[in-house]
């Protein structure tokens, strides 16, 4: 039995078929049905789990060296969000582009996972180191 860190095996099982150079998909709970992919929806009500959250999940047992978010997110959202995201990055690059060339590459991605998350644009792409 698991003791610590993540615990659903869905997402486990996720991560562990991310390879070097796969893509993680994190979603807010608007981002669209993508039924291509592999989507663990882990959304329960409106704002639990944060994209954040689950961020800081993921990174704990996974190393991803880049992210991709929407240019729409610098736009939309306050300086305090922004800044939020910036520090739970912890360092890794993220690149933000237009939300159009952003959802582009969600087919390529090996898995989804979908929160509850009410921040607009918090969607995020992971690319594993």
């Not at 860190?5 to 049905?33: C, E, K, Q, W």
């Amino acid at each position: 039995m698991i003791k610590t860190g993540l615990l659903n095996p869905n997402v486990l099982s996720l991560l562990a078929r991310i390879r070097h150079t796969n893509m993680l998909v994190i979603s807010d709970r608007g981002f669209p049905y993508w039924p291509m992919i592999e989507t663990v929806d882990l959304s329960l009500v409106d704002g639990i789990p944060t994209v954040l959250q689950v961020l800081d999940a993921v990174c704990a047992n996974h190393h991803f060296g880049q992210a991709y978010m929407a240019q729409e997110f610098l736009q939309v959202n306050t300086p305090e969000v922004i800044a939020r995201f910036e520090q739970t990055f912890g360092g890794i690059p993220v690149v933000h582009e237009p939300h159009v060339d952003f959802k582009k590459r969600v087919p390529g991605a090996i898995g989804l996972i979908r929160t509850g998350d009410t921040v607009q644009y918090a969607n995020m792409i992971l690319v594993s180191a």
